[in-house]
């Protein structure tokens, strides 16, 4: 368990910087909080599984999620040369497809 700790320690030691990780925080924390205010996910996302919008709405649901923040913490590292490999979009595509994919065929 201290190997644990000090391996996170080490590493918010080095990685740590306070611009990265509080948009982030903050941008989570809403998206989490109108999730469960309004109970998105369920009420509204879970009345379309089985059709193909339902995939659309599932893909968009869980891509407003990850891509503003990958593209935030890319462009904050500077690192926006990943932003126009043709691989990140395709398994980032493709992973949030899965992930719509996961829920579409919920049973």
Excluded: Q, R
Excluded at 46 to 73: E, H, Q, R
Excluded at 79 to 106: C, E, P, Q
């Amino acid at each position: 368990m201290k190997i644990l700790i000090k391996y996170i320690s080490d590493f918010l030691k080095a990685d740590f910087k306070i611009i990265s990780y509080l948009p982030v925080f903050i941008y989570t924390i809403t998206c989490l909080s109108i999730n469960y205010t309004f109970d998105f996910e369920h009420k509204i996302l879970d009345n379309y599984v089985g059709t193909l919008i339902g995939l659309i709405y599932y893909f968009l649901f869980y891509s407003i999620a990850y891509f503003p923040v990958a593209i935030y913490v890319l462009t904050i590292n500077k690192k926006t040369d990943v932003l126009k490999s043709n691989s990140f979009w395709f398994y980032s595509l493709f992973i949030m497809l899965l992930l719509a994919g996961s829920a579409f065929f919920a049973f």
